[in-house]
Every structure is written in structure tokens, then in C-alpha cells.
């Protein structure tokens, strides 16, 4: 069973649970704080707040359409969106905050006032792939568990939901086959079946743990994992 196997208002409390999840870290910062590098590169914690914020806000665009019918892109380009947050990153450390509690508050009342019939709409994701609206809420679980490891101050993929775990590392996976990347890897989790991505004779195995395993998977990074040789590292899922 993945993600999106559950009921949706189960899935809307995970949501839900990494949002609060996020706010607590994102609490835990001083406002100097917030100046400090992220695991993503180039991105300060500033740049992270900014950017979750907005996917928030662009996501609510995508349940505008779902409710109307009129297309609402979540972004107007891809460079948009990153001048977006650029200048997002230059607010003040109130303003950033409340960017996010704002934004945030208003996408769970888009969820909460989203009609029964509606989450089946097809909308468009900011990658061109045609969705229902209802995957806005696996999109939004995805940016808040994570990004509450981005911002680097304690919070752990062992944090995470089992079930968004093995979500993450099945899409993971999933986008490799599609990519034709990471044909000779072997991924060996604790406890579970060993997972090939593609059919390459010659394997390298990484194995650990679930949490450890989608860390490194998402490219944050080989800890807790062992391979046959060193830990490759993992192939660009985004």
C-alpha cells in the first residue's frame, strides 16, 4: 500500500502532521538563525521558508482550478518561480514567517472547502504532468517531511511516516526507471524485498535501514548505509 492507497482524509492528517512537523523546526531558528545554510545547495534556510511557502500558494492554484475548471498554472515558468523565491529569501525574518503560517493556513482551507466531486479534476503539476487534484496533498506531504530535514537542525528521515517513506523511495525509484538511471543498483532494505532498478548484471548494492535508505535516495546523503564497495551516490530524482 503507498500513499495515495489511503482514504484521503488520512492522508490530509500526514499532510497536516509534516506541516506542523516543519513549523516546529522552522520555530526552533532564531531569526539570525535563519541566515544558515540548508542541506540543499546554494539554498540558505531563508531560501527554503520562501520556497514552501510559495509551493503552498501555488498549490492553491491548482485547487482554484479543480474548483472552477478555469486553468490556473501553479507557476508562470520555471524561472518565475525561482525569482519567486530569490526575493522571497530578502524578507524579513517576521515577513518570512508569516509567509509560511499564511500560505499554509490558506492551502488546508482550500483542502477543507474542496467539494467531494472536485478532487478527481485533473490539473497540471509545474513539471507538465497531468494529475488529479487530489495529489496536490502528496505533494504538499512530500515538500514539508523533507524540507523539515533541509533546514538542518535535528530533524530526521526517521521522523518520517513509514508509509511516506516507502512512498518516496517507490516514486524514487519509479522516476529512475523513467530517467533509464541507476540501471546497476541494488537497493537492499532492512526487513523488506530487495528492490532492482533496472536489469544491469553488474549490481552495486546499497542496503540499511528504510529511513537511511530514502535519505540517501533523495540525495541527501549515505549515512547509516552499507554497500558492496563504497555507497554509490544516488542518481537525480528531481
Excluded at 546554494?42 to 520562501?50: K, T
Excluded at 500560505?103 to 507538465?128: I, N
Excluded at 540501471?183 to 524485498?193: N, P, R
Aim: proline share 4%; aromatic share 8%; with cysteine.
Amino acid at each position: 500500500m503507498g500513499f495515495n492507497d489511503l482514504e484521503l482524509s488520512e492522508r490530509l492528517v500526514i499532510a497536516r502532521r509534516g506541516t506542523s512537523f516543519f513549523a516546529q523546526r522552522l520555530a526552533a531558528l532564531t531569526d539570525d538563525q535563519l541566515e544558515g545554510a540548508t542541506l540543499l545547495e546554494g539554498w540558505s534556510r531563508r531560501h527554503l521558508v520562501a520556497h514552501l511557502g510559495y509551493n503552498a500558494v501555488a498549490l492553491c492554484r491548482l485547487l482554484d482550478w479543480a474548483l472552477t475548471g478555469v486553468e490556473s498554472p501553479m507557476y508562470e515558468s520555471l524561472d518565475h518561480r525561482a525569482q519567486e523565491i530569490e526575493e522571497g529569501a530578502t524578507l524579513n525574518a517576521a515577513a518570512l514567517r508569516n509567509l509560511f503560517d499564511h500560505s499554509t493556513a490558506r492551502l488546508d482551507e482550500k483542502w477543507r472547502h474542496l467539494p467531494a466531486d472536485r478532487w478527481d479534476a485533473q490539473v497540471r503539476t509545474a513539471q507538465g504532468r497531468g494529475v488529479p487534484a487530489s495529489e496536490t496533498v502528496w505533494m504538499r506531504t512530500r515538500e514539508v517531511w523533507i524540507h523539515a530535514v533541509d533546514l538542518d537542525n535535528g530533524a530526521q528521515f526517521g521522523d518520517f511516516p513509514e508509509i511516506v517513506l516507502e512512498s518516496l523511495l517507490a516514486e524514487i525509484v519509479g522516476m529512475w526507471r523513467n530517467k533509464n538511471l541507476g540501471d546497476d543498483l541494488l537497493i537492499e532494505v532492512t526487513g523488506a524485498a530487495t528492490i532492482a532498478v533496472g536489469t544491469s548484471a553488474a549490481a552495486r548494492t546499497v542496503r540499511g535501514p528504510l529511513p537511511a535508505v530514502v535519505r540517501w535516495a533523495a540525495g541527501r546523503g549515505a549515512v547509516g548505509l552499507l554497500g558492496d564497495q563504497d555507497v554509490p551516490l544516488a542518481p537525480p530524482w528531481l
